[in-house]
């Protein structure tokens, strides 16, 4: 596989992407809601993913596509090349912002991630990564990450995660919000991994995303050697829904040891 055309595909169509997407701007959304009155959803979600089949459809016919509005294949397996597409990250910024939120497109084979492009639109960045091959953000390559304490440390969370919740005990994260330097909250799970990327931040924590929240930022995040599990420090299936803790190394395991008590809750 010629992962290397594959990606300057890749690229030109997110590159297309964004330029419908920053035409939108000044045209009136048709916003729905999905599964509760904050999950929000626009026309230019769903023309962005139809774009994205569209054209893989048309050059890899072969491929399988997972996308997050439901366009693409039903998956029960990553199996063969599979292109994993959350057409806008943040749509919720994308709408009440204009800004803050991404294209995340990741390619697979046979569940191991080979290219990973997230496109922060408003600000005309584009960071990407081919296995192997480096990570860059537009042409510039982005350098390793290197250890860093909690201490030193800005997370990345969502304040829900700090009140009483039903998906982990908020004891376990408060200890975690104390003792770090500083926390943000951003909204958008895609430019949160490569805020990591960057050491914009230095962790990501998420109590609940889906693969197409995550597959592109995992590829580009594990090219710098960082570390991508769920709260109990398992691997990623990118098929299912799954908790998220993108760090530097080491960073990750303190949390992972210290903070949430190996996953044994
Ligand atoms: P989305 O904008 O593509 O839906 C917001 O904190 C982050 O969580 C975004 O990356 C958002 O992606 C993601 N997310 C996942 N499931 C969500 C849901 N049910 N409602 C809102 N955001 C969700
Ligand atoms: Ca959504
Ligand atoms: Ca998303
Ligand atoms: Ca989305």
Redesign the pocket.
Known sequence: MDWEIIDLHAKQWVSEAGDKIRDSFNKTLNIQT???P??LVTNIDKEIEQFFIHKIREVYPNHRILG?EGFGDELSNLDGVVWII?P?????NFIHQQRN?AISLAVYENGIGKIGIIYDVAHGELYHAINGKGAFMNDTQLPSLSKRTVKESIIAL?ATWVMENQRIDHNLIIPLVREARGTRSY????LEMVFVATGRVDAYI?M???P??VAAGAVIIEELGGIVTNLRGKKLDFLSNDSLLVAKPGLHQTIIKDYLKEGQW
């Open positions: 999905k599964s509760n904050n999950d997050e959350d806008i990250d943040g749509t919720m939120f969502n909204g958008t799970a895609a998420s609940r995303l889906s197409w929240d």
